[in-house]
């Protein structure tokens, strides 16, 4: 009977802290309105979650496009159609690997440097002392870092993209030797603005707000120990990493089916 | 500060640089500069099978793309499918009595619609109807075709 | 037993109205109850804390003194009972009445819980900027002059990460009182400080209190200290009021469990032993 209790408890715990989880959304998005009169909050965030990830993605990014270049043209010349290798470039990464990789990557990177950073100012009671202040701390701490995340992740998945396009480019013309021209006028004709394009921007908006959303939860929900705060940070790397797979196979179905 | 200020240009160039990033890939990319449909004409057509013809799939005259389809319904009358070709405007004379056929590009390509120019002095316009069509080759219809002759003949 | 209440003044004028406020007692506290988990922290507490002086709450660690400050700034809620500030029932109000409250008060946290990005003068500044609109060179005026109250002008350029824990906590008592409060709560504001810094504190927390006409609840285990500079002294434990009054009638108690805790003795009606069988047993299994 013990597992069989262990096991509910745990499943309580869970279902709890889910319900947590979407409250503390819901406060975070109701800081909005006194977010946009502070827009110096909203600059730091864009600037600690966007341009410095910048690097890892563009780097990322590149060797991405660069890889696929190399695999796609030694496939597609089995076949006789290495000209096709900007389309498969192209759609790999516009439709997949540009907003689901920038996701995993800006989880390991930013999101769990919010985590730590929220966990420890609960840690060291700077959460508690903003309130005692009269400042609600989820408006002024959590809500600028929510958008700056949300916003952030499209620009970067579409950074990433683009630089692994003109990797995937440099790789299967400069290197390869296929046709510039068959290059690029296949990869127009065939990536679709609406099909391709918006749907992987949408995507990468949904992963924006679920690992900023994770990130911020387990900051906040986080022990109030160094031990804690740790646990934390991996939980939210775990937990975006899992969360943003599971929803791209959901929105590659709903977006890419029939 | 002026520590205020070198993050508000650094977060102003990520901005436009991920801007930059989006434009490429519509542009550059994505097939959104050629053409990206909306305005043009319709004209309808009759198929008994159209095979994996697709919505927006390219109608074309002489191999070049001169409109896409935009939709295909059953007529529940007569058991065809009605496709409605939107066709550019820039392309106003093709002839009232043109031959629309489903074609495949290459060997295991899409099928789009391939239209042959006919000799008429009236051009199709907008509700006008493409009155001889070519359905799509279906490859059982083609190999049963195949096997009843060489079995007449032996 | 300790009463906490204290009884009106003989010569108040009693015009047979209620007053919302009462010009004597500033928190008044009754009945309060809360429990963490299945532990009960209190269990029906009356506490009344007089205006213009220091109140001393002390007991035991772990007796739920910080947990009673969060009580009184509204960031837990009782079970039962109430507690009033200034004649406002803290737990019945809006959340908009609560934080006009909260700018009332001030609060130094055991740690000082400066925030960490900003540099001490920033630190300070905060509560002025959130809460008001005064011009740029005012507020520099006016957080060089708290920064001064507790000496630390010469610090203003400084980030938390580069001052000594002691110096954390006078900026942070610098920030507390930037708004002018009419109350502040200290938070085991003497743990871990070295004498001089000790010193200062007490020197500091007196001052403050008597130079602006504010409150000030002192929560400590540091008896000595403690004692020095509070006009009214509560010990709290087991989750009951255990003795109440000023230093010296809490010194010159009879009660075993008074003379225990405040003179440090190891053994007494709080046991040196945890329970255990007795210890031939324990040998000899």
Same mark, same amino acid.
Not at chain 2, 126 to 131: A, I, T, Y
Not at chain 3, 155 to 164: D, E, F, L, N, R
């Given at each position: 009977m013990e597992p069989v209790a262990r096991l509910g408890r745990l499943g309580l715990r869970a279902v709890a802290g889910l319900g947590r989880a979407h409250l503390l959304l819901l406060e975070v998005l109701a800081g909005l309105p006194s977010l946009l009169v502070r827009p110096r909050l909203l600059i730091a965030q864009l600037f600690a979650i966007g341009v410095l990830s910048m690097l890892i993605i563009g780097v990322s990014g590149l060797f991405v496009g660069m890889v696929l270049g190399l695999q796609g043209y030694y496939v597609l010349s089995q076949f006789g159609a290495a000209e096709s290798l900007g389309v498969m470039v192209a759609a790999s990464l516009v439709r997949e690997l540009g907003p689901v990789v920038t996701a995993l990557l800006v989880a390991g990177r930013a999101g769990s440097a919010l985590t730590a950073e929220i966990g420890l100012m609960k840690a060291t009671e700077q959460l508690s002392g903003l309130e005692m202040m009269a400042v609600d701390p989820v408006k002024r701490v959590l809500t600028p870092r929510f958008f700056g995340g949300f916003l952030s992740m499209p620009l970067l998945a579409a950074m990433f993209s683009a630089v692994g396009v003109a990797g995937g480019w440099f790789v299967g013309?400069?290197?390869?030797?296929?046709d510039d021209g068959a290059f690029w006028s296949q990869m127009q004709a065939k990536i679709? &603005?609406?099909?391709?394009l918006i749907n992987g921007v949408t995507k990468s908006l949904v992963f924006g707000i679920v690992v900023t959303w994770i990130a911020l939860y387990e900051g906040y929900d986080a022990d109030p120990t160094a031990a804690g705060v740790s646990r934390a940070t991996t939980r939210t790397v775990v937990q975006s990493a899992l969360a943003v797979l599971g929803l791209d196979f959901v929105l590659t179905a709903l977006m890419f089916g029939d | 500060m002026a520590k205020m200020r070198t993050m508000e240009l650094l977060v102003g160039t990520f901005m436009a640089m991920g801007f930059v990033a989006l434009f490429f890939l519509a542009m550059k990319?994505?097939?959104?500069?050629a053409g990206g449909g909306g305005d043009g004409y319709r004209i309808k057509a009759r198929f008994d099978n159209v095979g994996s013809l697709k919505v927006r799939s390219p109608v074309s005259i002489a191999g070049v !793309?001169?409109?896409?389809?935009e939709s295909i319904v059953l007529d529940?009358?007569?058991f065809q499918a009605v496709v409605t070709l939107r066709i550019d405007p820039?392309?106003?004379?093709?002839?009232?009595?043109t031959f629309a056929n489903i074609y495949t590009a290459g060997l295991l390509g899409e099928q789009y619609i391939g239209l042959d120019p006919g000799g008429s002095l009236d051009n199709l316009a907008?509700?006008?109807?493409?009155?001889h069509t070519q359905s799509a080759l279906v490859l059982e219809q083609i190999i049963g075709q195949f096997l009843f002759s060489k079995a007449e003949e032996g | 037993m300790g009463n906490g209440t204290l009884p009106p003044p003989?010569?108040?004028?009693?015009?047979?109205h209620h007053r919302a406020t009462d010009p004597w007692v500033l928190v008044r506290i009754r009945g309060l109850c809360f429990r963490r988990g299945d532990r009960?922290?209190?269990?029906g507490v009356d506490l009344d804390i007089p205006r213009g002086q220091v109140t001393a709450i002390m007991g035991p660690s772990g007796t739920g003194k910080t947990t009673l400050l969060k009580l009184i700034g509204g960031q837990l809620r009782p079970d039962a009972g109430t507690i009033e500030i200034d004649g406002e029932d803290v737990h019945r109000l809006g959340r908009g009445a609560l934080y006009a409250l909260r700018k009332r008060m001030g609060m130094l946290f055991q740690s000082g819980a400066?925030?960490?990005?900003?540099n001490v003068f920033e630190n300070v500044a905060y509560p002025l900027r959130e809460h008001t609109r005064l011009p740029e060179s005012i507020l520099r005026r006016l957080v060089l002059m708290k920064l001064e109250a507790v000496g630390?002008?010469?610090?203003?350029?400084?980030?938390?990460?580069?001052?000594?824990g002691g110096m954390a906590r006078r900026v942070a008592l610098a920030r507390a009182i930037a708004l002018d409060p009419m109350m502040i709560l200290y938070d085991? #504001? &003497? !743990?871990?400080?070295d004498p001089i810094s000790m010193g200062v504190l007490i020197d500091l927390i007196r001052h403050l209190n008597d130079a602006a006409q504010m409150t000030s609840v002192v929560v400590s285990h540091d008896v000595a200290e403690t004692s020095g500079i509070a006009d009214r002294i509560y010990l709290i434990a087991n989750g009951q009021l255990m003795a109440a009054g000023t230093p010296a009638e809490i010194a010159s108690s009879e009660s075993p469990w008074v003379r225990q805790f405040m003179h440090g003795?190891?053994?007494?009606?709080?046991?040196?032993?945890? #329970?255990?069988?007795?210890l031939r047993e324990d040998l000899l299994a």
């Open positions: 013309v400069g290197l390869l030797g296929i679709d &603005f609406s099909e391709d | 990319v994505s097939n959104l500069s !793309t001169v409109g896409r389809v529940q009358d007569s820039a392309f106003d004379q093709i002839p009232a009595d907008d509700g006008g109807q493409v009155e | 003989t010569n108040r004028l009693d015009t047979g009960i922290i209190f269990d400066l925030l960490t990005d900003l630390l002008r010469g610090a203003a350029g400084m980030m938390p990460s580069q001052i000594s085991e #504001p &003497f !743990t871990g400080q003795e190891p053994d007494g009606p709080v046991h040196f032993h945890y #329970p255990a069988p007795p």
